[in-house]
């Protein structure tokens, strides 16, 4: 049977750490498959931490209620025996957020023999924002890249990757995200999102607290890393702030609203158009309305105006809220063709399914290897 391997920053926690989300779907869907995987993340990673200075030990363990067979093995990155963990593995891939130590040593273990396919899954900006700082990680050994958009893959095409450079989006996970139909909605608005770094604070007032506070909607958020004047502001435009929400729950979060919001982070938006946040594929997921604030949607993953609605200024998003909060029929619209969006192109079955072409292409057909093993 066909194994596989993941490096990343962590599965156990999704604080502040969206790319658990999407990696979470991969691994469960390759092991609904048949695939045998193993998962490793550093045991001191900051998400981790942080998330267990926030909710204790018990937040920490939340994720096994949720994807009890996710399987996990937490390292020491100092001392870790790489030639080990991967003996008899098919397929490698290293996410970019991987201590570079690490990275290094896998591609090591590759250039000299390691008989497997080595992929490098990168989810950021950094390529374009900070190309130096990437150009310090060592992939010479790797033989690939998927890169969640097709403006970064074109990044690494002009650093020399050529045909071995593979775009490859996040999705929803399925299992987990999906319409909770029995729940009533309690409020007009959710938005699940973190405060970060100011990388769209001007954003978040001009398309999320303005519009919510001049219509007067019953609105909750979630999310962590609000300053202290983020979070006045919220207060002072009678929004309910909750802090830090379990991507797991989200589905339920966004079932108890009528409608929620995608704010692009400017970086993405400006440098790497084409790539939205995982929230907007979890929330058409979720059959939820949605309106977003500007992103050119240059690959065509969805269609603006039917799959959601684009708010192209403040103004015209609070019209386009109004007019939700005052439409059943086209909030049901659009929560049905975004749904159902979802299910046909952006799941993570979608993309197991584009990994194992991948590999195919690159000469490592473990689809072939896992059909051999069956019979």
């Given at each position: 049977m066909?194994?596989?391997?993941?490096?990343?920053?962590?599965?156990?926690?999704?604080?502040?750490?969206?790319n658990?989300?999407?990696?979470?779907?991969?691994?469960?869907?390759?092991?609904?498959r048949?695939?045998?995987?193993?998962?490793?993340?550093?045991?001191?990673?900051w998400?981790?931490q942080?998330?267990?200075?926030?909710?204790?030990?018990a937040?920490?363990?939340?994720?096994?209620?949720?994807?009890?067979?996710?399987?996990?093995?937490?390292?020491d990155?100092?001392?870790?025996?790489v030639e080990?963990?991967?003996?008899?593995?098919d397929l490698?891939?290293?996410?970019e957020?991987?201590?570079?130590v690490?990275?290094?040593?896998?591609?090591?273990l590759?250039r000299?023999?390691g008989?497997f396919?080595?992929?490098?899954?990168d989810t950021?900006?950094?390529?374009v924002?900070?190309?130096?700082?990437?150009?310090?990680?060592?992939?010479?050994?790797?033989?690939?890249v998927?890169?969640?958009?097709?403006?970064?893959?074109?990044a690494?095409r002009?650093?020399?990757?050529?045909?071995q450079?593979?775009t490859?989006?996040?999705?929803?996970?399925?299992?987990?995200?999906?319409?909770?139909?029995?729940q009533?909605?309690e409020?007009?608005?959710?938005w699940?999102?973190n405060?970060?770094?100011?990388e769209?604070?001007?954003?978040?007032?001009?398309?999320l607290?303005?519009?919510?506070?001049?219509?007067?909607?019953?609105?909750?958020?979630?999310?962590?890393?609000?300053?202290?004047?983020?979070?006045?502001a919220?207060?002072?435009?009678?929004?309910a702030?909750?802090?830090?929400?379990?991507?797991?729950a989200?589905?339920?979060?966004?079932?108890a609203?009528?409608?929620?919001?995608?704010?692009?982070?400017?970086?993405?938006?400006?440098?790497?158009?084409g790539?939205?946040?995982?929230?907007m594929?979890?929330?058409l997921?979720c059959?939820?309305?949605?309106?977003?604030?500007?992103?050119h949607?240059?690959?065509?993953?969805f269609?603006a105006?039917?799959?959601?609605?684009?708010?192209?200024?403040?103004?015209?998003?609070?019209?386009?809220?109004?007019g939700l909060?005052?439409?059943?029929?086209?909030?049901?619209?659009?929560?049905?063709?975004?749904?159902?969006?979802?299910?046909?192109?952006?799941?993570c079955?979608?993309?197991?399914?584009?990994?194992l072409?991948?590999?195919?292409?690159?000469?490592?057909?473990?689809?072939?290897?896992?059909?051999?093993?069956?019979?």
């Amino acid at each position: 049977m066909a194994t596989v391997a993941l490096f990343c920053h962590s599965l156990r926690s999704d604080w502040n750490h969206g790319n658990a989300h999407f990696l979470r779907g991969v691994v469960g869907e390759l092991q609904h498959r048949g695939y045998l995987v193993r998962a490793f993340e550093p045991e001191n990673g900051w998400s981790a931490q942080n998330l267990a200075a926030d909710g204790g030990r018990a937040a920490l363990d939340a994720w096994r209620r949720v994807y009890p067979h996710l399987p996990v093995t937490v390292y020491d990155p100092g001392g870790f025996d790489v030639e080990r963990a991967l003996d008899g593995i098919d397929l490698v891939l290293v996410h970019e957020w991987t201590d570079p130590v690490v990275v290094t040593q896998v591609a090591a273990l590759r250039r000299t023999g390691g008989n497997f396919l080595l992929l490098f899954h990168d989810t950021h900006h950094r390529m374009v924002s900070a190309p130096d700082e990437m150009a310090r990680l060592d992939l010479d050994g790797f033989d690939g890249v998927l890169a969640f958009g097709e403006t970064l893959r074109e990044a690494y095409r002009r650093r020399g990757w050529g045909q071995q450079v593979f775009t490859w989006h996040e999705a929803a996970d399925l299992r987990v995200f999906g319409p909770r139909l029995d729940q009533v909605p309690e409020r007009d608005l959710v938005w699940i999102g973190n405060w970060a770094d100011d990388e769209r604070a001007a954003e978040l007032r001009e398309f999320l607290i303005e519009p919510i506070a001049a219509l007067g909607l019953s609105a909750r958020i979630h999310g962590v890393r609000y300053p202290a004047a983020a979070r006045a502001a919220l207060a002072e435009s009678g929004i309910a702030y909750t802090g830090y929400l379990p991507n797991f729950a989200v589905p339920e979060a966004f079932a108890a609203a009528r409608m929620t919001l995608h704010v692009p982070r400017r970086p993405y938006a400006r440098m790497l158009p084409g790539i939205p946040t995982i929230r907007m594929f979890e929330a058409l997921a979720c059959g939820i309305p949605l309106v977003s604030a500007p992103w050119h949607d240059c690959e065509n993953l969805f269609t603006a105006g039917e799959d959601y609605l684009v708010a192209r200024n403040g103004d015209e998003m609070r019209r386009l809220l109004a007019g939700l909060c005052r439409d059943p029929a086209q909030r049901a619209e659009l929560a049905a063709r975004g749904q159902a969006v979802i299910a046909a192109r952006h799941s993570c079955a979608n993309r197991v399914d584009e990994l194992l072409g991948i590999c195919a292409a690159l000469g490592r057909d473990i689809r072939e290897a896992k059909t051999m093993a069956l019979t």
